[in-house]
């Protein structure tokens, strides 16, 4: 198997430890684990003692431009290339999410959580791709990875919308979460156009729902999500998610897939 670098960011717990760990146990692959802050969480300070040749744990917030861009240039300074980028970092909103407990009504979600589901989840992707770009350049695959959402898929809000029955309650809550999403699937694709001379390839993934504290926050809003019973595992995902991306062509660049690699609608 080719050698792969690969970097994660949310590195600390649910789907990106998931990445890490499964990463690390493929013998040919260094991972930067890219965190926000100290101390490490218990399953990677675990996979640190066990891998500390092929796992640089380092610290990343994914709202500051000057975070990001500290943790590239210690990243070229102490591993020089990556293969994958992985954009995993992501909230669904701030605060206890009120929001979601209420009724019907969007503007429930403060500005203020909207406004931080877009630096987090939109602007923190940009600013890591760019900050890593020259890292990427430098290495085989050249594989930008944006992990978003079905939240994000504007198709499924339009049928809803056209559709004569009340749209699902999954759709009545997160707007700021959703619109972020939407929107990092067309930073995929701008990049994805605006790079591949340089034979970069993105991609916008849907990990599906998972067992993580984030899809536990959404479950407890979605009444869906409760019938559906309890959530996946995020190992189980990011396996998928792996296999997937290993299998990527310039073929794939700007596509939005899912973790068993069937496309999403726009
Ligand atoms: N779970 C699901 O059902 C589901 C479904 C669809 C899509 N997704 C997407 O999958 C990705 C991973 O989510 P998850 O379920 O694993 O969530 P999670 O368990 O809540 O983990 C989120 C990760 O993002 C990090 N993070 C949050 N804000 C950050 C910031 N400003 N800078 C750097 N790191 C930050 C967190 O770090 P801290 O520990 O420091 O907060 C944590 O490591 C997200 O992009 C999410 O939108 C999840």
Redesign the pocket.
């Known amino acids: 198997m080719t050698a792969t670098t690969w970097l994660i960011?949310?590195?600390?717990?649910?789907?990106?430890l998931a990445y890490v760990k499964l990463l690390l146990a493929q013998q040919s692959t260094t991972v930067v684990a890219a965190?926000?802050?100290p101390p490490l969480s218990e399953g990677l300070q675990s996979m640190q003692q066990a891998h500390g040749d092929r796992l640089k744990v380092v610290s990343?917030?994914?709202?500051s431009a000057e975070s990001v861009e500290a943790a590239a240039a210690e990243v070229g300074r102490d591993i020089g290339a990556l293969d994958y980028i992985v954009n995993?970092?992501?909230?669904?909103g701030t605060g206890e999410l009120d929001f979601g407990v209420a009724t019907e009504d969007q503007a429930a979600e403060p500005l203020e959580s909207i406004e931080r589901c877009f630096s987090?989840?939109t602007l923190?992707p940009l600013l890591v791709t760019r900050a890593f770009l020259p890292l990427l350049l430098k290495g085989n695959k050249k594989t930008v990875v944006n992990?978003?959402?079905?939240?994000g898929v504007v198709t499924w809000r339009q049928q809803a919308a056209a559709a004569s029955e009340p749209a699902p309650i999954v759709f009545k809550h997160g707007i700021g979460y959703a619109m972020s999403?939407a929107a990092l699937q067309m930073q995929t694709a701008a990049l994805g156009a605006q790079l591949k001379e340089h034979g970069l390839i993105f991609i916008s993934m849907?990990?599906?729902?998972?067992d993580?504290?984030?899809?536990r926050q959404?479950g407890k809003i979605c009444d869906l999500f409760k019938l559906r019973g309890d959530?996946p595992s995020?190992e189980d995902s990011a396996q998928g998610q792996i296999e997937v991306i290993s299998g990527l062509t310039p073929a794939d660049n700007g596509k939005f897939l899912n973790f068993h690699g069937e496309p999403n609608p726009f």
């Open positions: 960011t949310g590195a600390n717990r649910g789907c990106g965190v926000r802050k990343l917030e994914a709202t995993n970092a992501g909230i669904i987090v989840n923190g992990i978003s959402s079905g939240s999403k849907d990990p599906g729902w998972m993580t504290g984030l899809g959404g959530p995020a």
